[in-house]
């Protein structure tokens, strides 16, 4: 089991950039496929992006490729998302998590959950 604490959410304008930081406790960091989802109002959580342990394959949601990079930090155990030109549709609750399956780009492949942190894009 690993557990996840979220950082770097906050309020932003419209076309500005945020970078969001998961740190995750214990040893084993670098053999989980990690991902970021999110979950706006009244909307079912989303898939994000996601990077294998190794941080050789990465894969992107659509609604956020070439917008977003995922990125991780196996000696720091820590997994980041830098968001830039950031839209008002990508308000939401940001939720890194963690699997020990080789890579998986939804919901329910995931074990490990963060609590999330708030991105609010204003226009």
């Known amino acids: 089991q690993v557990q996840l604490v979220e950082s770097g959410g906050g309020l932003v304008q419209a076309g500005g950039s945020l970078r969001l930081s998961c740190a995750a406790s214990?040893?084993?960091?670098?053999?989980?496929?990690m991902g970021w989802f999110r979950q706006a109002p009244g909307k079912e959580r989303e898939f994000v992006a996601a990077i294998s342990w190794s941080g050789g394959l990465t894969g992107y949601a659509d609604s956020v490729k070439g917008r977003f990079t995922i990125s991780r930090d196996n000696a720091k155990n820590t997994l980041y998302l830098q968001m830039t030109s950031l839209e008002p549709e990508d308000t939401a609750v940001y939720y890194c998590?963690?699997?020990?399956?080789?890579?998986?780009?939804?919901?329910?492949?995931?074990?490990?959950w963060g609590q999330g942190t708030q991105v609010t894009v204003s226009s």
């Open positions: 214990g040893r084993t960091f670098s053999s989980y496929t």
């Open positions: 998590a963690a699997t020990k399956a080789y890579y998986r780009n939804y919901v329910e492949g995931y074990e490990n």
